[in-house]
Each structure stands twice: as structure tokens, then as C-alpha cells.
């Protein structure tokens, strides 16, 4: 069987903004209430892309989400038109209204845990979507990335599976945490992951500085990952 390698990358969206929500990302704090460029960093996000598909590597697009998302506005308390929304949630709680205009799901890395078909039982792709509950305007993506995926890997040699529960203790923040290693493409791999603490032991050591966001007990949980 012929093993094919795509690298997909998120498209940055109209909302793109440095609202600094989350804590730990030193990035985004220091950036925070600068003004942005969505035009010029959806362009740059291309250009690598290119450079990428250029390499001979098959490069595929994941669409951004629409934003602002008005169902977690409305989920949340606020009501009224879709102005209206926008205005109560901007004049009681802007960090509401900026996470609801969040266009962070361009991190691809965040969207989903992957066990490529060569390492999986059975030979197919599985994906589980982050539910990414570390932080509010992340953890409202997971849905629609999770609709998202299922429309782009419709098909039987495919999984996509349900994220895990949203709770601390299931934190989950995808590929991010995850390395994978091979001696030769197509073979079966190595999988590493990455976690910030075990939360069922709480006299396990935990980060001082910035909050854990990926949990011993998430990774131990992943679909094809089983004990």
C-alpha cells in the first residue's frame, strides 16, 4: 500500500487579533491590544504554504472558522440581535466578545491528535479533535473543528473520532504536544507526547511558572493510544 504525506495548515481569518487571552502564550500577552494585520498574515500563511508545496510536500488548507461566534455569545447569557450581542458583550465583558472573535484555530498543530494509518491497527488515519478546555476562546473551536474534519476526511480509511470531555482533567491541546519519529517513510513510527501534569495524582510535579495544559490522563485516553 502507497503511504501519501500531507501537511495541512490553517488559513489566518478576518477576526485575527492580539487580545492576549492566553496566559503562558508570552507572544500574545506582549502583543496584546496592538493593532493587527489579517490580510498581511493570511498572505504570509500562503506564502509558506507555497514554499511548502514547492518542497514536493502535498499541502492542503483548513478553512477558519466563522467568527465571531455568536452561539457561544448566545450560550452564555446575551441576547438580542447579532448587533446587540456584540454590543453587550463589548460594553459588560470585552474579553467575552474578544474571545468570541478569536481566530486562533489558524494553529493547526491545536486541532487534532493524529495516529498516521502506518502506526494504527487498522491501517486507518484516526483523528480526535483537541477540546483544547485549558482556555475559553480555544475551547469554543472544538465543535466546528470537529464538523470541519469530518467533512475533509469523509471517508472509510478515516476516523474521526469525539474529543474528550471537556474537564481539567482531560485537557487536551492536540498535536502540539505530540512528535512523531520514523527511520523511513511509511514505516511504522515512534509516538511521543508531551504532558504538563497528572491531574488525578496531585502530588505529581507541576509547572510553577505557566499552567499545564495537556494532561497525563488526555494522552493516556487518545483513540489507537490505549493502555
Known amino acids: 500500500m502507497t503511504t501519501r504525506e500531507f501537511n495541512f495548515d490553517g488559513i489566518v481569518g478576518p477576526t485575527h487579533n492580539y487580545a492576549g487571552l492566553s496566559f503562558g502564550n508570552v507572544a500574545s500577552q506582549e502583543h496584546q491590544n496592538l493593532h493587527s494585520s489579517p490580510r498581511q498574515a493570511a498572505l504570509q500563511g500562503l506564502d509558506k504554504m507555497k514554499l511548502v508545496a514547492d518542497l514536493g510536500i502535498e499541502q492542503c488548507v483548513l478553512p477558519p472558522l466563522l467568527r465571531p461566534d455568536l452561539h457561544f455569545l448566545r450560550q452564555i ?3 438580542g440581535t447579532d448587533p446587540q450581542l456584540i454590543d453587550q458583550a463589548h460594553r459588560r465583558n470585552p474579553l467575552l466578545l474578544a474571545a468570541a472573535y478569536s481566530a486562533s484555530n489558524m494553529w493547526t498543530a491545536n486541532a487534532a491528535t493524529v495516529t498516521p ?3 494504527s491497527d487498522d491501517r486507518r488515519l484516526h483523528l480526535t479533535p483537541a477540546n483544547l478546555s485549558s482556555n475559553l476562546h480555544r475551547s469554543i473551536e472544538t465543535a466546528s473543528t470537529t464538523r470541519v474534519l469530518r467533512f475533509v476526511f469523509a471517508d472509510s480509511r478515516f476516523a474521526v473520532h469525539d474529543p474528550l470531555p471537556g474537564t481539567r482533567a482531560m485537557s487536551d491541546e492536540g498535536a ?4 512523531r519519529i520514523v527511520d523511513q517513510h511509511g514505516n511504522p513510527g515512534l509516538e511521543l507526547f508531551v504532558y504538563g501534569s497528572q491531574w488525578l495524582n496531585q502530588k505529581s510535579r507541576r509547572p510553577k511558572k ?5 494532561t497525563l490522563e488526555s494522552e493516556k485516553r487518545l483513540p489507537g493510544f490505549m493502555d
Open 77 to 79: 447569557g446575551f441576547t
Open 117 to 119: 494509518s502506518a502506526d
Open 176 to 179: 502540539a504536544n505530540q512528535t
Open 210 to 214: 505557566y499552567p499545564a495544559r495537556q
